[in-house]
């Protein structure tokens, strides 16, 4: 199986801040990475596919980079709706894998 | 707008079989894979597998051959059977819609499922 390393695994940051978290595979996935946001008691939603399509509806603060093994996820100047954890999923092969994913908060 | 709901049993026995059903409304199934992923309380999302409306499945191989998904695309709806459980498939169960290339773009709200005696 692909493994999916995110960091950091949590992150403290303040509304207005540009943070960047980062997703590494353990082997080439070229751009199959999505990334996906989840707040407590909710389902995860889909930010990005392809490394760096922003979904429709998604704030345009929101940027994604990389392809092969290393991937970012930029939110600039965040909102308090940005406060919560972040997954990145390899879809280049089943089982498509998901990171450990990113806890932001204040 | 798409809505998939799960529903089934939040209590399992160990050995026993969990089962789930996703009931999906407000758009077709066709052309796209439906998926179950679950999420042990406080821990990463874990994909167990797909299956497209011919019946076609894709399951994770961690779960060997206890799992299995179908669909029956006249109620709109499809299901999750995980045999043999123990505590360790207590989770949160999701069921989702692929887009096909795995990228998953709407999902139910899930739902616990506790395995004990």
């Known amino acids: 199986d692909i493994q999916m390393t995110q960091s950091p695994s949590s992150l403290s940051a303040s509304v207005g801040d540009t943070v960047t978290l980062t997703c590494r595979a353990s082997?080439?996935?070229?751009?199959?990475l999505s990334w996906y946001q989840q707040t407590p008691g909710a389902a995860p939603k889909l930010l990005m596919s392809s490394a760096s399509g922003l979904r429709n509806g998604v704030p345009s603060r929101f940027s994604g980079s990389g392809s092969g093994t290393d991937f970012s996820l930029t939110i600039n100047s965040m909102q308090d709706a940005d406060f919560a954890t972040y997954y990145c999923?390899?879809?280049?092969?089943?089982?498509?894998?998901f990171g450990e994913g990113t806890k932001l908060d204040i | 707008q798409v809505h998939l709901q799960e529903s089934g049993p939040r209590l399992v026995r160990p050995s026993e079989t969990l089962s789930l059903t996703c009931d999906v409304s407000?758009?077709?199934?066709?052309?796209?894979?439906w998926s179950w992923i679950r999420q042990p309380p406080g821990k990463a999302l874990e994909w167990i597998g797909y299956v497209y409306t011919t019946g076609r499945t894709n399951y994770n191989p961690s779960f060997k051959s206890r799992v299995a998904i179908s669909v029956d695309t006249s109620k709109n709806e499809f299901s999750l059977k995980l045999t043999s459980v123990t505590t360790a498939d207590t989770a949160i169960y999701f069921c989702a819609r692929d887009d096909t290339t795995g990228v998953i773009d709407y999902w139910g709200q899930g739902t616990l499922v506790t395995v004990s005696s």
């Open positions: 082997e080439n996935i070229k751009k199959f």
């Open positions: 407000g758009g077709s199934m066709r052309t796209f894979y």
């Open positions: 999923q390899q879809t280049y092969k089943t089982p498509y894998t």
